[in-house]
């Protein structure tokens, strides 16, 4: 299905002969009450993530940037994955992730369609109660004079890296978040993957976001 580098460092293939520097880079934990991890663009399909079921727990998520420069100086920076990281054990095969009933048809796989530039995972059950009416999300939440706006947090580059960020939803009683990033080139469908261990157990779940491998397969029909 694809080359696979989220979490590796060192070097990866751009295309076009070129290789690119990879960074690893962590933006804290996601908690996952419910074991239904949403995956999403969160400006605009936060209700209605593409869910992957999980293990109910708190998990790292770190996103796996690329140097894309041709001088390979830092000077141009992509997000290439955003992975939830189920396990410390090393990754041995990639797969497509199963949507919420069951995996794709053979050689597809589910996607995370992307229109506001921003990818994330969240707690997919958490959301209904831990976030305010939905009419509100963009004018009180998303966008608005209040400091703490989700798009202000993602242009901040502390306590994370600018473009990501780790944000409590504003209802949560318990920490519930959304962990950010924005998708690599932009605006796409991105597929959903799942790594396991040389025993078959899942070790994360990534977005991959068509920066670094070679990619073959066609999308599986939008979940929803």
Do not use: K
């Amino acid at each position: 299905m694809a080359d696979h580098y989220a979490l590796q460092t060192g070097t990866a293939p751009l295309g076009g002969g070129r290789h690119g520097r990879l960074t690893v880079i962590d933006l804290g934990n996601l908690r996952v009450p419910s074991g239904q991890v949403g995956a999403c663009d969160p400006f605009v399909n936060l209700g209605n993530p593409v869910i992957v079921n999980v293990p109910s727990g708190d998990y790292p998520v770190r996103v796996t940037v690329a140097d894309v420069s041709p001088e390979q100086d830092g000077s141009h920076l992509r997000e290439a994955y955003l992975s939830l990281v189920l396990s410390p054990a090393e990754s041995t095969a990639v797969e497509a992730a199963p949507g919420p009933t069951g995996p794709p048809p053979q050689g597809e796989f589910y996607v995370v369609p992307v229109s506001a530039g921003t990818v994330a995972f969240v707690d997919a059950d958490a959301v209904a109660r831990c976030m305010p009416h939905a009419s509100t999300w963009y004018p009180d939440v998303f966008e608005s004079a209040d400091p703490n706006c989700w798009f202000d947090l993602m242009d901040a580059d502390q306590p994370h890296p600018a473009g990501t960020a780790n944000i409590v939803m504003p209802l949560a009683g318990d920490d519930e978040n959304v962990v950010l990033s924005h998708s690599g080139w932009g605006d796409g469908r991105y597929p959903i993957l799942q790594t396991r261990d040389a025993n078959g157990a899942l070790t994360g779940i990534h977005i991959d976001l068509i920066v670094v491998g070679a990619f073959v397969g066609e999308p599986a029909s939008d979940p929803a």
